[in-house]
């Protein structure tokens, strides 16, 4: 009787264990997408500031704008708000984007046409190795 106690008590334990440790590499994996979003949105000063905040005191998107039209900020806006030297390399962000667009598009689709007929002859027809090929 207490075996079985013991075993429920160790299944509990194991997944505790797991379910702790899946949810650290979560945290470890999200938390830099997240801490650049929430640095996209503040200003220079903000940026550099000591120690760090998360919350931004008002929140632009003038930082987006001058990242894809390439233009730099300070005549509709003050410029103490956004970047106001921007790099020569910013320039191509927009045709760099648009390049990975279509060469991703043109994976998927090679990978799908290629795909779908092996897919099609391992699931229909039996032949030598097809145990080793899946």
Not at 100 to 124: E, H, K, M, Q
């Amino acid at each position: 009787m207490t075996n079985i106690g013991g075993h429920r008590l160790l299944k509990l334990l194991r997944s505790v264990t797991v379910s702790t440790l899946g949810l650290l590499l979560i945290v470890y994996i999200v938390f830099p997408f997240a801490w650049s979003v929430v640095s996209s949105f503040q200003t220079n000063n903000e940026l550099f500031t000591y120690p760090p905040s998360v919350r931004t005191a008002d929140p632009w998107f003038t930082n987006y704008y001058s990242l894809f039209t390439g233009k730099r900020w300070g005549e509709e806006y003050e410029s103490a708000l956004a970047f106001t030297w921007i790099p020569p390399f910013v320039l191509w962000i927009p045709r760099v984007m648009l390049n990975t667009l279509v060469v991703g598009f043109a994976t998927v689709l090679l990978a799908i046409c290629l795909g779908a007929p092996a897919a099609y002859v391992t699931a229909r027809f039996d032949f030598r190795g097809k145990g080793l090929a899946l």
